[in-house]
């Protein structure tokens, strides 16, 4: 039976952080909306990264002393872990950012002081986190300088006519004086006032901007191994739930095998007992014999109907022998050239039954539209990639566009990822080639498991 999993945390957090990426342009609504919490965020990270970096570069500077280092160095990574965390924290209390995660190695209660400090030193999150402490306040000086600046104008723009009569009545401490050479004091109030509400309707934008771009950077350096360690996780998922399917398949090819098919080859074997008995001038001869060649024809449609599932030859004696199998089949002469070992459970089982079911869609289609004398199968595997091409010497002018066996194929191929290329020019000859990633080699708890 077919299983739909439902996504994890970790799929959720992946996919939220795709929603993220891809947000719209922010309407005016969603700019005010955003104001205070963005605001808020760039006020608060800069003092954050100012006291780590200062703290890191205190304890990074005793890292030329011989006796001070093997302590400076695990307490200056805990202080730009510290600011990380905090970045963090900012990110999802502000920022509505729920993908900010560090993937520490975990330290434990039972561990000496030594070990703990090693564990820190090796870590590579923790070193993340230093070079955050000195990215972090560059940025964040930048965006805390600006915000300052920005505000603070815009607020002595508006309300200048509250304080502008103390400055100078020549003009010269105003920008309408500056600009327009206003010298009254209503005219430079009302431009002032003009400027800082123009300004004022910048601002919420460059506020917005300066706190997206900041984040994007915190995010980039604070949550890349752990977004890295989503990925994975979700990359094992989707190949342990590919095995699980093939073996499922597999079970239900041997559960065929062993039932339906035993019974209705002892169903022939009866039938023809029972003809030989009635002799072949009895009227109920020509009926017994309909049913043999109806279970026969049965028999058949049931042995194809297993190979299309799982050939028990790739399950039992593994893909070489299965390829060798589907070469012997084709009426044109096929030669296999492989460096996989003949034995079962070389790589994992769905590209295993991926590569079988190009092999045999490829000979089949060579056998019947390729008027082709000669074919070959070559299957090799190197670290990444299982690769499988068939050659034939054929008329050629094959074209993933037109055949839907070919099209085919490339759809099941790109269920494991992976990719089909057809050069056929008209005349021939023609080489499909298919290339599959393994991920890695099959190991002794997977054929244990078959």
């Known amino acids: 039976m077919m299983t739909t999993q439902l996504p994890t945390s970790a799929e959720k957090t992946l996919m939220s952080t795709t929603h993220h990426t891809r947000q719209r342009i922010p309407t005016p609504r969603d700019v005010l909306r955003r104001l205070p919490g963005d605001a808020a965020y760039l006020f608060l990270s800069w003092p954050v990264a100012l006291l780590a970096f200062a703290l890191a570069c205190m304890f990074f500077g ?10 400076a160095v695990p307490v200056a990574l805990l202080v730009a872990s510290w600011a990380a965390q905090t970045e963090r924290r900012l990110l999802r209390r502000f920022q509505g950012v729920d993908d900010a995660h560090g993937a520490y190695y975990p330290l434990r209660q039972d561990d000496s ?37 920005l505000w603070g104008t815009v607020i002595g723009l508006v309300f ?55 984040s994007l950077a915190s995010r980039a350096i604070l949550s890349s191994r752990s977004q890295q360690q989503v990925i994975e996780q979700l990359r094992s998922s989707r190949d342990a739930g590919r095995s699980a399917e093939t073996d499922q398949l597999a079970r239900l090819e041997r559960d065929i095998h062993d039932g339906p098919q ?87 089982s769905h590209v295993e ?50 055949g839907s066996g070919l099209r085919g194929l490339a759809e099941r191929l790109r269920s494991v990822d992976g990719r089909l290329s057809v050069d056929s020019p008209t005349g021939g000859p023609t080489t499909l080639l298919a290339l599959i990633p393994h991920g890695r080699r099959c190991t002794d708890a997977d054929r244990a498991r078959r």
Request: proline share 5%.
């Open 353 to 402: 039954q991926a590569a079988y079911y190009v092999i045999s869609e490829a000979l089949t289609n060579v056998a019947k539209h390729s008027g082709a004398r000669n074919a070959y199968v070559e299957l090799t595997v190197d670290h990444h990639e299982l690769v499988v091409a068939v050659t034939d010497d054929g008329v050629g002018g094959a074209d993933l566009a037109k």
């Open 62 to 71: 005793m890292v030329s002393s011989v006796v001070l280092a093997p302590v």
């Open 262 to 348: 035993q019974r209705l080859v002892r169903l022939k074997v009866d039938l023809a007992r029972i003809e030989r008995q009635l002799g072949s001038d009895s009227p109920a001869a020509e009926s017994i014999r309909a049913a043999i060649v109806s279970t026969q024809d049965t028999l058949e449609e049931l042995r194809a109907l297993s190979r299309g599932i799982a050939p028990p030859t790739l399950t039992e004696l593994g893909l070489v022998a299965a390829v060798r199998q589907a070469a012997a089949r084709p009426t044109v002469p096929v030669s296999l050239t492989t460096n996989l070992p003949e034995e079962r459970g070389v790589l994992p």
């Open 160 to 214: 200048w006519p509250a304080w502008g009569w103390a400055l100078p009545q020549d003009g010269s401490g105003s920008l309408a004086g500056l600009i327009f050479g206003f010298t009254s004091y209503g005219a430079q109030a009302v431009v002032e006032v003009v400027f800082g509400i123009l300004l004022l309707m910048i601002a919420p934008y460059v506020t917005v901007g300066l706190a997206h771009l900041q």
């Open 113 to 149: 002081m030594v070990a703990k400090a090693w564990t820190l030193v090796r870590d590579p999150q923790r070193w993340l986190d230093a070079v955050w402490s000195a990215v972090g306040w560059v940025i964040s000086t930048i965006t805390w300088i600006i915000l300052i600046t």
